[in-house]
């Protein structure tokens, strides 16, 4: 089987003169957990981050809350695209497919016993490490702390730097 589900695509931009330059397919996994009866499901890239002109963290996210909330989950995964991306430039004719390297993943759930239920969708760069690393911060939205069980999260994730 496929473990690709689905394509997105990414547009390389030009800062100066803001016209697209190239394009590339980004292909994600496949769920963790296919749609079943929901309250709510969401699958796909909730956030991209440039960092430093040399990688984009790319936040693939499946939501999945059952009609009774109990036993729902958020499974994230972070992965790095090296850039720049001009090394392997496709103009706007043709598409190419980039490669991702899963830098790590994760899964906050609400049950009986925990309560870590977060979604996910918001990245920046927090600072610098003096060894070259980088910290981003990821914040989760709780809709207003939704039914009073939700909360707002804040993580952070040290990204070593590129070789």
């Not at 009774?68 to 994230?76: C, E, S, T």
């Not at 990245?123 to 911060?137: A, F, R, W």
Request: a positive charge; glycine letters at 6%.
């Amino acid at each position: 089987m496929d473990p690709v589900v689905n394509k997105l695509r990414l547009v390389l931009i030009d800062y100066d003169s803001l016209h697209p330059q190239a394009q590339y397919f980004y292909e994600m996994d496949r769920p963790v957990s296919p749609p079943k009866q929901t309250a709510n499901y969401a699958f796909g890239v909730s956030e991209l981050l440039a960092v430093d002109g040399a990688y984009l963290l790319v936040l693939e996210r499946e939501l999945f809350v059952p009609k009774k909330k109990i036993g729902a989950f958020v499974h994230n995964k972070l992965y790095s695209v090296p850039m720049p991306l001009r090394g392997r430039q496709h103009g706007l004719d043709s598409i190419g497919t980039v490669h991702k390297s899963l830098l790590t993943e994760w899964e906050t759930r609400l049950n009986l016993t925990v309560r870590s239920f977060a979604n996910y969708e918001g990245m920046c760069v927090g600072p610098k490490l003096k060894n070259g690393n980088q910290v981003v911060i990821l914040i989760a939205d709780s809709q207003n702390r939704y039914a009073g069980m939700l909360k707002d999260w804040f993580k952070t994730i040290i990204v070593s730097s590129p070789q």
